[in-house]
């Protein structure tokens, strides 16, 4: 079982007030909205720290002793440093005039440990059956982007899903921020660079997107798409590079192929929205829509197919949808990830591919074309 522990490298530096929670395990994020205002997240809940800074002064020293420690600077010429530590953490930090409150610091750890299908089964983002359902899927390479808000879990979902790909399997992943932990050893990382003090040599997902298909890869796997890269990812999936895995904020499965049209007209080129909506119903399979719910646990609400398209609108059908039933005496939602009884358009490949299926699966979608497939009759 992992425990998702969260660590953070400081060697040796006192980073004042906030050094005690960068080293607690059980704390994932750090966000400092200002001198007295600290909170943490625990648990995938935001809490307040007691801590406090002394002073504003106090707060800048430790944010460019942080700046300094990855060799960047931070002052009122250059007011704000978004970087990864060497242990893979992210540090954000914004300081006046910018910042208009006082200085503000985020720090997102690096999990040591990232969690597992098991794990996520266990907190009820979804169901054995849905992580059997979704594995099939990713083993016959379909391309699949998982939708949500910020913070519902996006990450950590295409990294279960990515850990679904086979390890005979070349994968290369395009990120912003370098956070997918993958454990197949088949693996090439890139990550983006923003542009240096002088605004040069900024390379952006998209160009990564571009250059890693001249990597040979077997899998493209993209951190998450919020701008022009989106056309090249959807050019890739539709000519052979299927079984690719990405992100995307949006907070329904509709949302999601909205603001994917979106982010294809911010590539500049000039495609009539037709021809756009062609290229996605043609390039995406499957949305897994994540959520933050009310209770403040991260569900997957619902697991959708793109079907095709009738006119101008690209059909959806939910295979699996979350059912809620009330909620217990904790305030903690009850309910369960529950299939549709739509029988998945997929569920044809993963049988023509021999995908193994949990016999659950094959229980809920049986074969229809097994030799021992009888409706009603017996010979
Ligand atoms: N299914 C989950 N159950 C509980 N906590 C989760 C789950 N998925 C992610 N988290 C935690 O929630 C935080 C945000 O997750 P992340 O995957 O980065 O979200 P996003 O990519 O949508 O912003 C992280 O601290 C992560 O460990
Ligand atoms: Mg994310």
Known sequence: MSANGQRLSLEG?????????????????????????????RQGKLVRAEAAFASDEDLIRVIREIAAFVGRRIDEESPMVDARLPDGSRVNAIIPPLAIDGPSLTIRKFAKDPY?????????????????????????????????????????????LSSFIPSDERIVTIEDAAELQLRQEHKVRLESRPPNL???????????????????????????????EALDMLQAMNTGHDGSLTTIHANTPRDA???????????????PQRAIREQIASAIHLIVQQSRMRDGVRRITNITE??????????????????????????????????????????????????????????????????????????
């Open 198 to 228: 002088d605004g040069r040599g900024r390379i952006s997902i998209r160009e990564l997107v571009v250059n890693s298909l001249r990597m040979r890869p077997d899998r493209i796997v993209i951190g998450e798409c919020r701008s022009g």
């Open 116 to 160: 597992t299908v098991q794990d996520l089964v266990r907190f009820g983002t979804l169901t054995e059956e849905a992580a059997g359902f979704l594995q099939a899927c990713v083993t016959a390479r379909m391309n699949a982007i998982v939708s949500g808000g910020t913070g519902s879990g996006k990450t950590t979902t295409l990294n279960v």
């Open 306 to 379: 793109v079907v095709g398209r009738e006119g101008d609108t690209i059909t959806l059908q939910d295979v699996f949808l979350f059912q809620e039933a009330g909620v217990d005496g904790a305030g903690r939602i009850i309910g369960k990830l529950t299939p549709t009884g739509i029988r998945p358009n997929a569920m044809a490949k993963l049988y023509a591919k021999r995908i193994s299926l949990s016999p659950a699966l094959t229980a809920l979608y049986p074969d229809r074309k097994a030799p021992d497939f009888t409706v009603g009759v017996r010979r």
């Open 257 to 271: 192929l909205s603001r994917l049209e979106t982010l294809v007209l911010m590539s500049g080129i000039d495609l």
């Open 13 to 41: 530096r006192d980073y004042g007030v906030i050094t005690a929670l960068l080293l607690d395990d059980s704390v994932s994020e750090v966000m400092v909205n200002g001198r007295d205002q600290i909170y943490v997240e």
